[in-house]
């Protein structure tokens, strides 16, 4: 076999049966190219999570369907063993074949335990591995090492200085790898049996991304000082400078040449922030000056140029994993909030390779989510993919003990790169201020109706298809998710219209000792949005503002201080966009937008589709089947051709990523 997915796929051939149950406790389903595959077969899957829920979706998108004499091979899939296939409904066991799967088949010799925490996008090298390596029967701790060595190439027992910890964990966290707890727990227990790493916050900097490039932060200056002062070569005693939030040695190589190659860019993409110095001057004619402020604007250009540069090389494909888009997507914004600062003009040649760039990411992004998007809705909530992954991600946080509380904070409207302007605001007024950085999926069509609402009652619009075209039943489908997760609605609480004025209202809520859970809708960026007249750019100055007043802190600050675990997300971004034209549909289009249009019947979406030819019909993907989505074409706007506008509701990677952020304060 070519790969582990070979012996999955192969029970898999079209036609041999209507329905499928598969007992799939390590959830290799619901793995993004197992997934692909069997959908490119014709089949469709469908997760058993609760009797009500799987019977609404069977009835009426499979059985009705056999009833009039319909093929299709549906697929039910249990993410439990084997044994447990019996609580399955009746009439699928009399009709359905059977068939389980599990890690402990696909890696025999490999400590079950350990394979299964690992990222299922991590099985491919790990496959590799067993085959090129034929382990015999491996216990825990050489499972633990087997895989750091094989998958995420460490390997403890070579690291012997500084720069060979340094090295390993810049490698990882710049990549962003997720490596489970356990195999963290190894790594660290090995180089504690070592000497020479008895400072070094290994507990801290080895798991927390954060935490490392705040920990490198803090060691710049230090260092910079010691190169201004010394030869590096030569032999010094550490200082021991007063008040690192980070404990360990102050001295850290960055001039060694398997650090050096990361340091460009880990200022380019603002994992690291320059700083002042005295000898800016005498370094600005070494490597050094990639991280030492200087000049404003220059420092600017050269950070634009090195993220256009990063990002024309990277762009995705069609095989890319998720994740894949999710990192690129972080940086490119990283980019547009460069880009669109209005401190200073860019010159034209800049904003030309900015949407040659963009043109190229929108021909990528199309293709891909033609083929992937769908396996998104099913895969697992941790870490969460799209936003109704969210509500089941912190129900984990929450059921986990009984003083947990979580509050989610869905910024209407909110892109990427206006997040990171709110960010910066935010940071500036409140220093203590963590952010744990991550985003997810938005819903296509990107409208708040749809988004939105999904990400309140945790599940796919086709599950609300009677409140699809408004969102008046947030707070029910809310209070819904969190009563079947065994809250009381005592304990949950909801509240929109926020961004200005007071937080009385919020105050009320938190107040209460019984809230457990808060669901809260700022809307002030979606009508920013809507009113907009200046573009992008005009968008983000007066985010900024917005920002800057006092409204976002006091927030988090009165969700902190009342013990809430606290994350904001968006329900979607937004484009600038051009008028392509307005259709001439009458009344038959149940929503009429600037960046999507819907119709109750391919017929009439086929009717204007011939109008505008570049426009997609997206598939009702986890929408009910009368729900069709007609998106604009890239960048333009269903409006007159004269008109400019900041919209929402295409597939764009600006309005389909969305920021995922958990807010913390350092002293807690």
């Known amino acids: 076999m070519n790969n582990w997915r070979d012996q999955i796929l192969r029970e898999f051939a079209p036609h041999v049966a209507r329905l499928t149950l598969v007992a799939d406790p390590d959830g290799l389903l619901l793995e993004e190219g197992v997934l ?100 015999g029967v491996l216990g825990d701790n050489a499972t633990k090492e087997f895989v750091l060595r094989h998958v995420f190439e460490i390997a403890p027992e070579l690291i012997r200085k500084p720069s060979d910890l340094l090295r390993a964990l810049l490698r990882r966290h710049y990549r962003e790898q997720r490596i489970p707890a356990l195999l963290d727990k190894r790594f660290i227990q090995v180089l504690r049996q070592q000497s020479g790493f008895e400072e070094w916050p290994l507990e801290t900097i080895t798991p927390d991304r954060e935490a490392f490039f705040a920990f490198l932060q803090e060691r710049w200056p230090i260092f910079l000082n010691r190169s201004a002062t010394q030869d590096t070569t030569s032999v010094h005693e550490d200082e021991k400078p007063y008040g690192l939030t980070y404990p360990g040695p102050s001295n850290l190589p960055f001039d060694h040449d398997d650090i050096r190659v990361y340091i460009d860019n880990l200022f380019v993409e603002g994992l690291l922030e320059t700083v002042s110095h005295d000898q800016a001057e005498s370094f600005s004619r ?192 809310w209070t819904q998710f969190w009563i079947d997760q065994g809250l009381t609605e005592q304990e949950v609480a909801y509240a929109k219209g926020l961004g200005n004025g007071t937080l009385e209202r919020v105050e009320e809520i938190v107040a209460r000792p019984k809230t457990r859970v808060v669901g809260l809708v700022v809307d002030k960026v979606d009508k920013i949005m809507h009113g907009m007249e200046l573009g992008a750019a005009g968008m983000h100055n007066q985010v900024r503002q917005w920002a800057s007043g006092p409204f976002m802190t006091q927030l988090f600050d009165l969700l902190l201080e009342n013990g809430f675990c606290a994350y904001l997300s968006s329900d979607h971004g937004n484009i600038e966009a051009s008028g392509c034209g307005r259709p001439a549909e009458g009344a038959v289009a149940d929503l009429r937008g600037e960046r999507a249009r819907i119709y109750p019947d391919s017929l009439l979406r086929g009717r204007i589709k011939e109008r505008f030819p570049d426009a997609l019909e997206w598939p009702p993907i986890g929408l009910p089947e009368d729900y069709l989505p007609l998106l604009a074409p890239p960048r333009a706007a269903f409006v007159r051709k004269t008109e400019n506008l900041v919209g929402h509701g295409g597939a764009t990677l600006e309005e389909l990523i969305v920021p995922l952020v958990q807010i913390e304060r350092r002293d807690t």
Request: aromatic share 10%.
């Open 286 to 477: 070494t490597w050094l000056a990639i991280g030492i402020r200087t000049n404003e604007r220059a420092d600017r250009g050269r950070r634009v140029e090195g993220l256009l540069n990063t990002l024309a090389s990277d762009i995705p494909n069609e095989e890319t994993r998720y994740d894949g888009w999710l990192q690129f997507a972080k940086t490119w914004a990283g980019l547009m909030a460069l880009v669109l600062d209005t401190n200073e003009a860019l010159p034209e040649s800049v904003h030309q390779k900015m949407r040659a760039l963009q043109s190229q990411i929108d021909a990528a992004l199309v293709p891909w989510l033609t083929k992937r998007y769908a396996g998104l809705i099913n895969l697992p909530p941790v870490p969460p993919v799209m936003l109704h992954h969210i509500p089941r991600f912190l129900a984990r946080h929450v059921n986990d003990a009984r003083h947990h509380k979580a509050a989610f904070v869905v910024v209407d409207g909110l892109a990427l790169d206006q997040w990171i302007v709110i960010r910066k605001e935010i940071a500036r007024l409140r220093p203590n201020y963590r952010f744990r950085e991550n985003a997810v999926f938005a819903w296509i069509p990107t409208i708040t109706s749809v988004s939105r609402q999904a990400a309140f009652a945790g599940k796919p619009p086709i599950y609300f298809p009677n409140s699809i075209h408004a969102t008046d039943k947030e707070p029910v489908l």
């Open 36 to 135: 692909a595959d069997i959908r490119e077969r014709g089949f469709e899957l469908v997760p058993f999570e609760d009797h009500v829920t799987f019977r609404y979706a069977y009835e009426s998108g499979f059985r009705s369907r056999w009833d009039q004499g319909d093929q299709t091979d549906l697929v039910v899939v249990l993410r439990s063993a084997e044994s447990d296939l019996g609580c399955l409904p009746y009439d699928l066991l009399q009709t359905g074949r059977t068939l389980s799967f599990n890690l402990g088949e696909i890696f025999p010799n490999l400590s079950y335990p350990i394979v299964t925490a690992l990222d299922r996008g991590d099985l491919d090298a790990l496959y590799e591995a067993q085959k090129r390596h034929v382990p």
